[in-house]
């Protein structure tokens, strides 16, 4: 029965020599590195920041994660959740660091990133989805000597990056240096081309290997009557349109956003840099089981959102074609479920009018499928089927990776996605599956021998923006001074010295 529940971490000891809980000592130094999953080098590019040398602190990151500006900004940080220094008081502001690195390199030092030419790369590889993923896999191949074809239906590259998470979050000009620097490698991005079914197979026909990696962008309907009123849309295509410049959605004075997600946050939060005057958060559970990250919960209840806990609407009243208000039920937690969460059950007689000019409902996606071919499987979820740990679908040549495969939809598990496209596309066309890399060229500053005086030392918060001077998509986390990372940088433990 271990055997039915835990496949995945059976297979991924087995297959990639990784222990995802980080319980196998054996298997790993510094737990930091091992649950990232770029596999970043975190002890030694923080030593590197010790060491004041950031240019070469970024290039250590930049070896595995193209994106290391955007994830030094909204990656979720799993490797911070196994930071030893939490045994002692808190764990490292490993993320902070990574956007520390990335701002202060001295641009003009920074060498494009080496390349090793794979002897497989004459052979075309198409990439559909220009999202982290996919260009994250078109950034190793191109490192590989490959020259990939990136399709990508927007008008803009970067998927979610640059159409759903919000400026105020992670600035445009900071997402496009770092796309740029992907295409100055050789990777040619085809924008405003959709791939459908015809297309899809005509790339299949003219490339040696497709990735695809078209993420998760189909809405879920909350299906309650009066649902296709006018004034509700949901997050995605809301963001899409604000972050686009597109001006089809029109934003009321009193906003109603359902859901707890990262999705409902930048909603909210995005509705009020839009004018809304009160905007609330209908959730079906309590604030210790919303998905979102907690510090994007805190800003968004410091800017004025108020989040309503053990409430769902049941029903969107209109006049006129247009929604006026929610009919909304309040909640209480049940018996447990098989996930062992407890069941949110209906209060009777709780119903109440939430009286709203907008709604967006931020309650889940999906993938859209229908360009695929019947020979690429799909789950139930409408998520595309792999073997984990080659990326490879059920169809000759096509892989795939990022929101379209996971259930785990965070940025940094679609760029370790594209890192393990790009070695098993190069092994698959011939190639020995072996990355370039720089990392042996960057002399890494030894761990200090004497360990022996630890001293509990709280870890170094960021400095942020003040709710008044919250204008417009102004970014809002400002990350930490010199000073600050460097005092941030001298609480690591080096564990990858095994000292
Ligand atoms: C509002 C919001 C906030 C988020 N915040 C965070 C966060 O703070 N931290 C975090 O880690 N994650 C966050 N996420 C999740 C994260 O953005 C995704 O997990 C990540 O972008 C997935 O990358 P991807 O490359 O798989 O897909 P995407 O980023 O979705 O990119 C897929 C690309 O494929 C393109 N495409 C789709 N269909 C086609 C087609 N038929 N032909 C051609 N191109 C196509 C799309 O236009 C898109 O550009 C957030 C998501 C949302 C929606
Ligand atoms: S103390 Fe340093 S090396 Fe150890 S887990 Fe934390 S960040 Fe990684
Ligand atoms: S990319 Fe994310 S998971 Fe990886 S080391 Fe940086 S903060 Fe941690």
């Known amino acids: 029965s271990t055997i039915r529940h835990f496949r995945h971490e059976y297979e991924v000891h087995i297959r990639e020599k990784r222990c995802p809980a980080c319980a196998c000592n054996a298997l790993f130094n510094a737990p930091c590195s091992h649950t990232c999953p770029a596999g970043t080098q975190v002890p030694q590019y923080i030593a590197l920041i010790s060491n004041r040398r950031f240019t070469d602190a970024l290039r250590l990151i930049r070896d595995r994660n193209p994106f290391t500006s955007v994830c030094g900004r909204v990656c979720n940080a799993p490797c911070e959740d196994k930071c030893?220094?939490?045994?002692?008081?808190?764990?490292?502001?490993?993320r902070a660091l990574k956007r520390f690195a990335a701002d202060a390199a001295s641009k003009g030092d920074l060498p494009l990133p080496s390349r090793r030419v794979s002897p497989a790369s004459d052979k075309k590889v198409a990439i559909i989805g220009a999202g982290p993923a996919g260009l994250t896999a078109a950034y190793h191949l191109a490192r590989m000597g490959y020259s990939p074809t990136v399709f990508e239906a927007e008008s803009v590259a970067g998927g979610m990056l640059a159409t759903a998470i919000p400026p105020y979050r992670l600035p445009r000009n900071v997402l496009e240096g770092e796309i740029e620097m992907i295409k100055s490698l050789g990777v040619d991005i085809k924008l405003n081309t959709r791939v459908d079914k015809a297309m899809f197979e005509k790339i299949r026909k003219d490339y040696d290997a497709v990735f695809i990696a078209t993420g998760a962008h189909r809405g879920w309907k909350l299906?309650?009557?009066g649902e296709d009123l006018e004034g509700i849309y949901d997050a995605i295509t809301f963001l899409k349109d604000v972050n686009l410049g597109r001006n089809t959605v029109k934003v009321g004075e009193n906003v109603a956003v359902v859901g707890g997600g990262n999705s409902a946050i930048d909603a909210a939060r995005t509705a009020l840099r839009l004018g809304a005057k009160k905007v609330t958060i209908l959730y079906r559970r309590l604030k210790e089981d919303m998905p979102a990250a907690p510090e994007e919960i805190h800003e968004a209840q410091v800017e004025?959102?108020?989040?309503?806990y053990l409430t769902v609407p049941v029903e969107a009243v209109g006049e006129n074609g247009k929604v006026t208000a929610l009919k909304c039920q309040l909640l209480q937690l049940a018996e447990f479920d098989k996930s062992g969460r407890r069941t949110p059950k209906p209060i009777e007689g709780s119903i109440f009018e939430l009286p709203v000019d907008t709604v967006i409902t931020a309650i889940s996606q999906e993938p859209e499928i229908d360009y695929l071919s019947d020979d690429v499987k799909t789950r139930r979820s409408k998520a595309v089927e792999i073997d984990g740990s080659t990326m490879k679908?059920?169809?000759?040549?096509?892989f795939a990776g990022g929101d379209l495969v996971n259930d785990d939809w965070t940025v940094i598990a679609a760029i370790g996605d594209g890192i393990k496209a790009a070695i098993s596309i190069d092994r698959y066309l011939g190639g020995t599956g072996e990355l370039a890399s720089?990392?042996?060229?960057?002399?890494?500053?030894?761990?200090?021998?004497?360990?022996?005086?630890?001293?509990e030392t709280p870890r170094t918060l960021c400095n942020i923006l003040p709710c008044e001077k919250r204008i417009g998509m102004e970014e809002v986390d400002l990350g930490y001074t010199r000073e600050q990372a460097l005092r941030e940088a001298a609480r690591c433990l080096r564990c990858d010295a095994g000292v």
């Open 223 to 225: 299906g309650i009557p």
């Open 84 to 94: 030893r220094r939490a045994q002692i008081d808190e764990p490292l502001s490993i």
């Open 438 to 455: 720089d990392a042996a060229e960057i002399e890494i500053p030894p761990a200090p021998e004497d360990v022996d005086d630890i001293v």
């Open 393 to 398: 679908t059920s169809a000759e040549g096509v």
């Open 304 to 308: 004025g959102v108020e989040i309503r």
